[in-house]
């Protein structure tokens, strides 16, 4: 069900910066904001991003989003052990008059 | 501080009826411009929004399950709920519930809960 493309994973060691791609359409990625989540196996999805840019309260600003047409990205600066999770796109696509969803990256932290 | 917990059964059986529920605690479900989602993820798949209600009660759904989906607020317990009916193994996935923002912005979610569609 999974509309929006994502590499499966993404690695670096300490400290880099790791960058997730996100490909979508004309009716999602290219009319509406998107959002980016973090999740960890068992545990409830945690927002790291709303409208292409967006930090909620507490998210440090290692995280940044950024969009391009159809496309959209995540950056993780200063990358840590704890950021070794699953990192997910999603935005509004207004053929589905719903929300849609990346198929997600791993990211290891080597 | 908002937070969402589903609750239902792990296990349903196929042609069966599937019913979730979501508690909500710090705000109130019909409150102005709140707006519900359930979403869900099976195995090996992506994530899929299942369907959404607004704070008046009206209610939305995929396409693709609108013909067997009910969504619904019970005010009283602050609280909203699925049923799913005549489920298949295709049915099977961890379901979340989350409160919405605007376009994609969920914040916060459920922890999720799994249900297996087995005989």
């Known amino acids: 069900q999974s509309v929006l493309t994502q590499p499966p994973s993404a690695s670096g060691t300490p400290g880099q910066r790791v960058t997730i791609s996100c490909s979508g359409n004309?009716?999602?990625?290219?009319?509406?904001?998107v959002a980016w989540y973090r999740q960890l196996p068992g545990t409830a999805p945690k927002l790291l991003i709303y409208r292409n840019n967006q930090r909620p309260s507490g998210v440090p600003d290692r995280f940044s989003g950024a969009t391009s047409g159809t496309s959209a990205s995540l950056a993780i600066s200063g990358l840590r052990s704890d950021d070794e999770a699953e990192y997910y796109c999603a935005a509004w696509d207004d053929s589905l008059s719903g929300p849609v969803f990346g198929t997600g990256t791993e990211v290891t932290v080597l | 501080q908002v937070q969402l917990q589903e609750s239902g059964p792990g296990l349903v059986k196929p042609s069966q009826t599937l019913s979730l529920t979501c508690a909500v605690s710090g705000v109130s479900i019909n409150s102005l411009g709140s707006h519900w989602y359930w979403l869900r993820q099976a195995p090996g798949k992506g994530r899929e929004w299942i369907g959404h209600i607004f704070h008046t009660g009206s209610a939305y759904y995929n396409p693709s399950l609108r013909n067997r989906l009910t969504i619904f607020l019970d005010t009283s317990k602050n609280q909203f709920s699925l049923k799913l009916t005549s489920v298949s193994a295709s049915d099977t996935a961890i379901y979340y519930c989350?409160?919405?923002?605007?376009?994609?912005?969920?914040?916060?979610w459920g922890q999720g809960t799994l249900v297996t569609v087995s005989s």
């Open positions: 989350a409160r919405n923002k605007g376009d994609a912005w969920f914040d916060p």
């Open positions: 004309s009716s999602n990625i290219g009319k509406n904001y």
